[in-house]
């Protein structure tokens, strides 16, 4: 017998570096690229919006960190400080939170199709906003705080579902997240029907994922939820690798299966809730983000993971300047632009593999 | 050395195990032979606390495996079982490395160190996959990823190896090579291994020490010779097989006898 | 009216035979707004309005007897409320409409039409469309309705008063400076009217330019930069009417406008600039006086 039957077929993913495994140093180098091309699509993206902006005098007063007005009038300064720039860092911490929830939720549930979205968690947690609306609209803390504790019993909800005597199979999953998302969208429906006329066009909107919401307050809150869940779920990174391998198997290995399963759960409904609250249910990024930066950067979840985090914050960036720009001075709800990138994205990428 | 004593596990009313003992020795393979529901399988999760027993005790160097946190019963405790369905795109040395967890300083993060990398290699060696280390697992042939999972269980420098089925997916001349390996663990480094297998033959082979299983039950227990007797064989697998000595090894050679060839 | 012994059929009703609901009708052909040719009874003693608009106007021109079934949203006059509710276009209550035996529905909207009207033509139950866009829209409406109801002095003599209303407003404001307004229908998210929405012709009569006149759709999410690049010198908050207490801030992007820094910030009825009925002229002069208080000074 030769010593190698298997196929001489390339490896179907690209491991840049001629490495065999992910180390530190790959993923240093993958992370600060991921970031400086963050930061240019900052910078760009505050250039870009339904009113003009002279480019030279923006960029100047970007680089200054807003403290020279760079002879932009004081309307374009607000625009581009008060407007532009909250809501392009909105984004980036939505699509770095909802990213980052995929890629754990994928990891710890063995299973690339796992998602916030497909999964119900981010209609758990719009139905814990729709509640805050209606019974505490006046404090805002309320939305963040409900939509939580909505993810997290959708997650709930769907871990039960699927917990059969075989462990949670993929295909027990996909079958209990359509279960809870369907139930909590019918939910939603009928709280909606409640609603006026009015109300009903603006939650409408909301639902299909909205950046415009101005809370002040909420945005660095936002950000931070979204580092500290990165962070502590990339600390969770090697564990997560073994338990992607098979949750016996990554037992057998000496992982504690329980307590990373309760830190992930945990973390991805925070982060899942946070970007729900600030911003409707934005579809796709769990999905597609996390799936290519495991094509192109290896399945390894400490690179993985803050890889994911990086690009769904380019990601959602991109797509909601299309969103305020495409039909302006209308907007297009953002939701709807991730959705047209995100779902022939995948197509492409399912039948890549 | 891991010990089980007087180990019974039961689901609701279903006894799966009763009252089996083991002891697991320094430089000696175990086998547990017996028909399918016998509870070797149930038996083996018992041994590295994937089971929590309904009574008995199993103890790792004199403690209770309860009292033992994840990663030292990890360092010193590898189990070969089937392996679970590959998801994901993973390199057969990152596959390896995981062996390494147990051993990482800190409870979950870190990077594997040169030494971790020394290890993997060196078993990849031992497992002839070396030339395969930047393959992708799933572009191995069955035979090959099975022997990827011995090389983990062995990466982890364990002192007890606990093996479900090892040689199900295999070939002849794999089987043989993997409990060669096995084997070789054993005397040079005076590991302990419990080898639960349905080839009879197989136990015989390579264990010192084999128990034999029905219905949860030991129905006897010590060397080859002693147990893969015809009488005892009949009355746990209800065949008729006729024992004789390997011409070469000498070992017990099982075969079975269909009524067919009673004809003759 | 027999409303107490009405029935409340099931949903999903099945298709019956003939049952029309008088004996020998003669009826008349009209011409709705959506181009659809109504066979429509001369004598109707039993009409279901679909909007609120619609009932208003009923009311307006003496014909709220004939008035057997209404929207939940149907509150002016005080008397639409005691009229059984059906539902509205969007949550329809299709068993209750037909249970009704009206003659005639009217609706005030051209979408999601033609789910319902086939299911209630084939219940032989006429439907008419009107779709007012603008001020002349409601007094085509009116006198559509006055024809059909058969109260055309009515409706004439509404119609005209109104008109007279108007123009003395247009001629008011006639050599006024145009005041540029920003209409803000909800504050998060920001939502405004655009060049199809009813009150933006209101405020091009009222003597206000709607800085977002010339933005397509009736109800458009509006970019927050360029409201607050348009710094508009007035702004319109409707509210207090079926919105209730809402809208009544004004939004984030707009609050260093000069509307807001010299105070003219109008909150009005929302319902006086919704609603294509006969109140619209109500909100036309309330807009006006706001916009140009000098010009009404006398």
């Known amino acids: 017998m030769t010593t190698s039957e298997s196929s001489h077929s390339r490896a179907s993913t690209v491991y840049f570096g001629s490495s065999n495994r992910t180390t530190l140093r790959k993923t240093f180098i993958a992370c600060a690229v991921l970031s400086g091309a963050l930061l240019l699509v900052v910078i760009l993206m505050s250039l870009v919006g339904s009113e003009r902006l002279p480019a030279g005098a923006s960029l100047c007063a970007l680089l200054s960190f807003g403290r020279s007005q760079c002879t932009l009038t004081s309307d374009q300064f607000d625009i581009l400080f008060q407007i532009r720039l909250p809501r392009i860092l909105l984004a980036a911490a939505v699509g770095g939170s909802l990213a980052t929830a995929g890629a754990s939720y994928q990891a710890l549930l063995r299973n690339p199709l796992a998602e916030p979205y497909l999964l119900g968690i981010s209609n758990g947690a719009a139905v814990g906003t729709m509640i805050a609306l209606v019974f505490f609209g006046a404090t805002e803390w309320s939305r963040p705080l409900l939509a939580f ?23 027990r999953l996909v079958l209990a997240g359509v279960i809870v998302t369907t139930f909590l969208s019918s939910v939603i429906v009928f709280v909606t029907t409640l609603m006026d006329a009015t109300r009903i066009r603006s939650f409408t909107f909301w639902l299909l994922g909205d950046l415009s919401g101005t809370s002040k307050n909420l945005l660095p809150v936002a950000i931070a939820i979204a580092v500290v869940g990165t962070v502590v779920l990339t600390a969770n990174a090697r564990s997560l690798n073994l338990l992607m391998l098979g949750e016996r198997d990554a037992f057998d290995l000496g992982v504690e299966v329980g307590r990373v399963r309760i830190v992930v759960f945990l973390v991805a409904s925070l982060l899942v809730g946070s970007s729900v609250a600030a911003s409707g249910s934005v579809g796709y990024v769990g999905l597609v983000v996390p799936h290519l930066a495991r094509l192109s950067l290896g399945s390894d979840n400490r690179l993985s993971i803050p890889a994911a985090a990086l690009g769904g914050a380019l990601f959602v960036i991109v797509a909601d300047t299309a969103a305020r720009t495409l039909i302006a001075p209308r907007e297009l709800p953002v939701g709807a632009i991730t959705a047209l990138i995100g779902a022939p994205l995948f197509i492409y990428l399912l039948k890549r593999t | 050395m891991l010990e089980a004593r007087d180990l019974t596990i039961k689901y609701g009313e279903r006894v799966a195990v009763a009252n089996v003992s083991l002891t697991l020795a320094p430089g000696q393979i175990s086998a547990i032979i017996g028909p399918n529901g016998a509870g070797k399988s149930t038996f083996l999760q018992a041994l590295n606390g994937q089971l929590g027993p309904t009574s008995g005790v199993v103890l790792l160097d004199g403690q209770p495996l309860e009292k033992l946190n994840r990663r030292t019963i990890g360092r010193r405790i590898a189990v070969v079982a089937q392996e679970a369905e590959l998801r994901f795109p993973i390199t057969v040395l990152e596959f390896v490395l995981g062996g390494r967890f147990a051993w990482a300083a800190s409870a979950s993060w870190g990077w594997e160190t040169e030494h971790d990398i020394d290890v993997a290699n060196a078993v990849l060696h031992e497992t002839e996959l070396f030339e395969l280390s930047g393959r992708l697992m799933n572009e191995l042939s069955g035979g090959e990823r099975q022997r990827a999972v011995l090389a983990r269980a062995l990466a982890t420098e364990a002192v007890v190896l606990l093996l479900d089925e090892p040689t199900a997916n295999l070939d002849i001349s794999h089987q043989s090579t993997l409990l060669a390996l096995v084997r070789g663990r054993c005397d040079n480094h005076g590991a302990s291994a419990l080898v639960v297998t349905h080839d009879i033959n197989l136990a015989a082979q390579f264990a010192d020490n084999v128990l034999l299983m029905k219905d949860g039950h030991t129905i006897s227990s010590g060397r080859p010779e002693e147990v893969l007797t015809p009488g005892l064989l009949r009355d746990v697998f209800e065949v008729i097989v006729l024992v004789d000595a390997h011409p070469i090894t000498g070992v017990p050679r099982i075969t079975t006898v269909h009524e067919t060839h009673r004809q003759v | ?240 009417g079926s919105m209730g207490a809402g809208n009544a801030t004004v939004a984030e992007p707009l609050q260093r406008s000069p509307a807001v820094e010299q105070g003219k910030v109008y909150r009005i009825n929302d319902d006086h600039l919704v609603r294509p009925g006969p109140r619209a002229v109500d909100g036309l002069e309330e807009m006006a006086r706001s916009l140009h208080p000098d010009a009404f000074k006398l």
């Open chain 1, 149 to 171: 504790v909505g993810a997290l019993l959708a997650t709930l909800a769907v871990y039960r579902l699927a917990r059969g005597r075989a462990g949670a199979t993929p295909e």
């Open chain 3, 1 to 240: 009216m027999c409303l107490g012994l009405t029935l409340v059929l099931p949903f999903g009703c099945s298709r019956r035979e003939n049952s029309t609901p008088q004996t020998s009708q003669t009826f008349r052909e009209v011409t709705d707004d959506a181009g659809r040719r109504v066979a429509v009874p001369f004598r109707i003693d039993r009409i279901i309005s679909l909007a609120p608009n619609l009932t208003e106007i009923i009311y307006a021109i003496g014909a709220g007897d004939s008035l057997v079934g209404d929207t939940s949203y149907c509150d002016y006059p005080p008397a639409a409320k005691t009229v059984e509710k059906v539902g509205d276009t969007l949550h329809p209550s299709m068993g209750k409409r037909i249970a009704l035996r009206p003659q005639l529905v009217v609706v005030s909207t051209a979408s999601q039409l033609e789910v319902f009207t086939h299911q209630l033509e084939t219940q032989n139950i006429a439907v008419f469309v009107t779709n007012p866009h603008d001020l002349e829209g409601v007094f085509r409406s009116i006198n559509q309705l006055g024809t059909i109801l058969d109260h055309d002095d009515q409706a004439r003599q509404l119609v005209g008063q109104l008109r007279s209303r108007t123009a003395a407003v247009e001629a008011a404001v006639k050599t006024t400076q145009p005041v540029r307004v920003f209409y803000q229908l909800s504050a998060e998210p920001l939502y405004t009217a655009g060049r199809d929405a009813f009150v933006t012709d209101l405020i091009r009569r009222a003597g206000g330019l709607s800085v977002t006149a010339g933005v397509s759709g009736a109800w458009p999410k509006y970019s927050a930069e360029s409201a607050l690049a348009a710094r508009p010198e007035a702004i319109i908050l409707p509210t207090g």
